[in-house]
Nanobody
Framework: QVHLVETGGGLVQAGGSLDLSCAASGSIFRLEYMGWYRQTPGNQRELVAQMTRAGIITTGDSVKGRSTISVDSVEKTGFLQINGLKPEDTGVYYC???????????????WGQGTQVTVSS
């Protein structure tokens, strides 16, 4: 089986930095797309940042100028960094990736289970 696992969430201080990782596990040939989404209290899930295979990056308005997305194609792991954290950054962060498995599983988009991020004021 293939799946995504987010790590790096927890309680952080306002004004600090957040570093999240999204590791793809299983027999995987290629990670084609990586995206980060979040669901903040009282809001629908929204895009934080994404990167296509061609390297085109899209960043959500709420984190423009504060976020960095990157991918390690060898380790098949995605990363998200947010600087200058604000209390409104609090929420559950999810990674989203398109994976090409080596096994019989078909290529498809996968979601991680999410990691809670709480920013103290």
């Amino acid at each position: 089986q293939v799946h995504l696992v987010e790590t790096g969430g927890g309680l952080v201080q306002a004004g600090g930095s957040l570093d999240l990782s999204c590791a793809a596990s299983g027999s995987i040939f290629r990670l084609e797309y990586m995206g980060w989404y979040r669901q903040t209290p009282g809001n629908q899930r929204e895009l934080v940042a994404q990167m296509t295979r061609a390297g085109i990056i899209t960043t959500g308005d709420s984190v423009k100028g504060r976020s960095t997305i990157s991918v390690d194609s060898v380790e098949k792991t995605g990363f998200l960094q947010i600087n200058g954290l604000k209390p409104e950054d609090t929420g559950v962060y999810y990674c989203h990736a398109f994976l090409q498995p080596l096994a019989s599983e078909i290529p498809n988009y996968y979601w991680g289970q999410g990691t809670q991020v709480t920013v103290s004021s």
